[in-house]
C-alpha cells in the first residue's frame, strides 16, 4: 500500500502523528468534523449527523474525537442527547491538518 506523502514543513508533529494512524473510516468522520467546526468557538456536534450515511458508527466518531484530543487539537464534552461539544484548542495543527487533509482528497 502506498503511503501519501505531506510537506514536513507544512505539518507539525502532532498532525504527522495523527495522520499516520488514522483508518479510512476516522478519515471520512474527519472531513465532515473539519466542515463543521469553527475554529473560534466550541461547537455542538452529533454523532448521528456525521454518520448518516451508515457506513460509520458512532464509536468510530468517538475513537476520533480521542485520538485528537490525546493529541492536543481538540477538547470534547458530551452534551448527553444533545451531542458532543468539541473545540479547537491548538489551532495552528488544526489549520495544518485541514490543509493535509485538503491535498489529500
Known amino acids: 500500500m502506498d503511503q501519501v506523502r ?3 514543513a507544512v505539518m507539525n508533529e502532532k ?16 472531513h465532515k468534523v473539519i466542515e463543521a467546526l469553527s475554529e473560534t468557538r466550541a461547537t455542538v456536534v452529533t454523532s448521528s449527523r456525521l454518520t448518516d450515511n451508515g457506513r460509520i458508527t458512532r464509536s468510530v466518531v468517538l475513537s476520533l474525537f480521542r485520538l485528537l484530543a490525546a493529541a492536543g487539537i481538540i ?29 489529500r482528497r
Do not use: I
Request: net charge positive.
Open 6 to 8: 505531506y510537506p514536513m
Open 15 to 30: 498532525v504527522k502523528n495523527v495522520l499516520s494512524v488514522l483508518t479510512f473510516s476516522e478519515e471520512e468522520v474527519l
Open 75 to 103: 477538547r470534547f464534552r458530551s452534551a448527553g442527547a444533545k451531542g458532543t461539544r468539541v473545540g479547537v484548542v491548538d489551532t495552528e495543527a488544526w489549520q495544518s491538518l485541514r490543509e493535509a487533509l485538503a491535498r
